[in-house]
């Protein structure tokens, strides 16, 4: 009997086949799979579920901590005022070598996608990241703006990455690619204080960004990549190397040719470090003073929302008048002068038993090096901490490491904080302030020789006594009560104002400090030799009141002058700044302009927000300024400040302290030296018709000081400060000051012509008398 053949179950063999799933369906599944994950993730990170995205506000304006700049007349930024050393560059700033580098190293089709180069995402998937990564510029803005700190852990970095993406994206939509480029130029910190662009340009290479050239951009470039690691200051061959990569990368994609690229990479990496700390870079002391008078404006100008400006971070733009040549040449012949008048007294002082100081007691000295110790930041910080006196004075005595000034650099040392002290009372400090008197814009301001280590400012906070640079405001009272005229004569004898006279509560017998007397002295001659006895006579007939008067309208602070003979000698303590505003009254045919410094106030759009009106006051006629500035231009033809004039002095008492005096000025020049008791102060005020510039000279104490007054005089302590200023102003003719005369007044009635004043009254000359040291 036949056997029927089995059938197969096809029923169950389909249930197996339904069941086994290909390669390819696994594929297919995990990929979509894993996009759905992707959707879902970004979904859930646009609404915040990993934590909040920037709203649109942030989105509009993401710029943080943008720093104040100060700028100077001629448009050079002399200073910022920051936390963080950012200031934005336009794009039409950024040179076309910039952009080429940053695409061809970070972000090739930059222009081609819209936050996410979905090529490069796929690229660095399949490859692990070898080929590259696939992080866009915009990816990389977002992260700079919105992510504060970046996670070590994997999975929230990869969080962290998602919502970079998804701001990346928001960036691309609100703003131009242009846009995004300048963006992420203005926000990276490139280390050393440069933060953007436009500090890491000018902190590296002491440009701005416009005039970068392909090699240097190519530098900053690749500090994009790890500034950290590729610092030029600590790896100066690894930032060459990644500079060279980026060459290379700009010639892969035809931005520079194999030849360019060959020559730039031959190159040494050269950067000129020009560092834009508070303390460091040109107008030091000017800044601190740009700085106490934002904190100033802004306390007494709020925002419209109320709030105060923050000059830290508010990105404000402050124009000054301050012109940046004119300061440096002001600061380099202070640097100058003031190293080698430094050496000479140190010198004078080796045998010198209290030095640095003279003419104290011990006690005097122990005195003044308490109320130092007592004024220092020092025992301020640890009298906040709650320290007794006892304590505080305990640490002064202790050795620590510091760091000491020196006019050949900073050196490091071990010393006590007392012996600190005592060690920078040794050194001579010296100011000068520059104006223009027609609008009193101040185009240089030195307020100290170093900010770093001497912070109190001799230009607007220091006063000393004035010594001779009073006695023109003397004579102009005297010109203008009694219409004298500079070839009037007076006796050089003796003279006294007795007590109970003019305020006087004993005779008062000024001494010429030549010791020398006797004749007849033109008014001319008197003031060119700084001769006491005559400017006794002239305050005795004018009264001390009406000087004072004189002086108060000029700008000066009179409160602390007392109305006594006296002050016509220089006893009364006035600043720079005061003594300036003042002089500038005469070359500004007797109109006083208030010393101005701030001119304009923009916030960081360019709105202004504050403008200096100039004030202004009428003193005293021009013609009674043109005469006293004619008998000022007597002190710098044939008096102390005749050596403006000579063609060079290398030799003799003078070399060590000023290496002669190389002027040579044939320009109308008016001034007046000043030296005061015991040669402490140096003074040295000198004009032309449109610029007016003071210096002082002296130590920190009036007891420090040289012994001689053939060093302690201005003439020998100042003048040369102005000297060399001038020499390198003139130098530049883009500056235009003036080497013609004063402007004379129109009708002018006083004689100042002498030969034709003798011919008149039938006079003889006068007496000569020996040429003295200024007092």
Request: proline fraction near 4%; charge should be neutral.
């Amino acid at each position: 009997m036949a056997t029927a053949k089995k059938q197969p179950n096809t029923k169950t063999k389909k249930k197996t086949k339904k069941g086994k799933w290909s390669p390819l369906k696994i594929f297919w599944v995990l990929l979509g799979g894993g996009i759905l994950f992707v959707i879902l993730l970004f979904l859930l990170a646009s609404i915040g579920a990993f934590g909040s995205l920037p709203d649109e506000t942030s989105l509009e304006n993401p710029e943080k901590n943008l720093a104040t700049e100060i700028i100077a007349v001629d448009g050079k930024v002399i200073g910022k005022f920051y936390k963080e050393n950012r200031t934005p560059v336009p794009f039409e700033e950024l040179p076309d070598h910039l952009i080429n580098a940053l695409l061809a190293t970070e972000d090739i089709r930059f222009y081609d996608h819209s936050g996410i180069d979905i090529r490069g995402t796929v690229r660095a998937a399949v490859f692990l990241g070898s080929k590259g990564g696939a992080s866009t510029i915009s990816q990389q803005l977002a992260k700079q703006l919105f992510t504060d700190n970046v996670s070590k852990s994997k999975l929230e970095r990869g969080l962290q990455k998602v919502k970079e993406w998804i701001i990346a994206t928001r960036l691309e939509r609100r703003y131009t690619k242009n846009e995004i480029l300048t963006m992420y130029f203005n926000e990276y910190d490139f280390l050393n204080q440069a933060i953007g662009i436009e500090s890491a340009s000018n902190i590296y290479f002491d440009k701005p960004p416009s005039e970068l050239t392909t090699s240097e951009s190519a530098m900053l470039v690749g500090m994009f990549k790890n500034s950290s690691l590729y610092n030029p200051l600590r790896n100066p061959e690894g930032v060459k190397n990644r500079r060279n990569v980026v060459l290379g990368q700009m010639a892969k994609y035809d931005f520079i040719s194999e030849q360019v690229k060959d020559s730039l990479q031959g190159l040494p990496l050269e950067f000129k470090y020009t560092p834009q700390g508070h303390v460091e870079g040109i107008a030091t002391y000017f800044r601190e003073y740009a700085r106490a008078f934002m904190a100033d404006w802004t306390k007494n100008n709020p925002k419209s929302d109320g709030t105060n400006y923050n000059i830290y971070r508010d990105g404000l733009r402050v124009y000054t008048t301050i012109d940046s040549r004119m300061q440096t040449y002001a600061e380099n012949a202070m640097d100058k002068h003031m190293t080698n008048l430094q050496k000479e007294f140190d010198s004078q002082n080796k045998k010198n038993k209290t030095r640095p100081f003279r003419d104290v007691t011990e006690e005097e000295i122990e005195k003044i090096i308490n109320n130092s110790m007592r004024r220092s930041e020092r025992w301020r910080v640890m009298s906040e901490e709650g320290k007794s006196d006892k304590e505080i004075l305990a640490s002064f005595d202790k050795e620590e490491k510091m760091s000491v000034f020196t006019w050949g650099g900073d050196r490091d040392t071990i010393m006590t904080p007392k012996d600190s002290i005592i060690y920078y009372k040794n050194f001579l400090q010296g100011s000068l302030m520059s104006m223009e008197p027609q609008t009193g814009e101040v185009r240089a301001y030195v307020g100290g020789i170093d900010y770093k280590h001497f912070k109190y400012d001799m230009v607007t906070m220091g006063k000393r006594q004035v010594g001779s640079t009073f006695k023109p405001f003397v004579y102009a009272t005297a010109i203008d009560q009694m219409h004298m005229s500079p070839c009037d004569t007076l006796p050089n004898t003796p003279y006294c104002i007795p007590a109970g006279k003019r305020g006087n509560t004993k005779d008062w017998c000024p001494k010429n400090a030549s010791g020398d007397y006797g004749g007849m002295l033109t008014l001319t001659k008197a003031l060119a030799n700084s001769v006491n006895t005559i400017t006794a006579r002239l305050i005795d007939r004018v009264g001390a009141e009406p000087v004072i008067e004189l002086v108060g309208k000029m700008g000066v602070d009179t409160k602390d002058i007392v109305p006594v003979p006296s002050i016509a000698l220089g006893t009364a303590d006035l600043s720079l700044y005061e003594m300036v505003g003042a002089y500038s009254t005469f070359a500004n045919e007797g109109v006083y302009v208030k010393p101005t410094l701030i001119t304009r106030i923009e916030d960081k759009n360019g709105t202004i927000l504050y403008q200096h009106v100039p004030e202004t006051k009428d003193v005293i006629s021009s013609e009674t300024a043109y005469v006293t500035v004619k008998l000022m231009e007597g002190v710098t033809q044939s008096g102390s400040g005749s050596r403006l004039r000579h063609a060079g002095r290398t030799s003799g008492a003078y070399k060590d302290a000023v290496t002669g005096y190389p002027y040579k000025f044939e320009n109308v020049i008016a001034g007046k030296t000043g030296t005061t008791q015991n040669n402490s102060d140096g003074w040295f005020m000198g004009m032309v018709p449109n610029l007016v510039t003071g210096v002082w000279v002296g130590g920190e104490d009036r007891s420090v000081h040289f012994n001689s007054t053939a060093y302690g005089q201005g003439a020998t302590m100042a003048l040369p400060v102005w000297g060399m200023y001038m020499k390198d102003v003139y130098a530049n003719e883009s500056l235009e000051i003036s080497k013609g005369s004063f402007k004379k007044p129109e009708n002018l009635t006083i004689e100042i012509d002498c030969a034709k004043w003798r011919e008149d009254n039938n006079d003889k000359d006068e007496e000569e008398v020996p040429d003295e040291f200024d007092f």
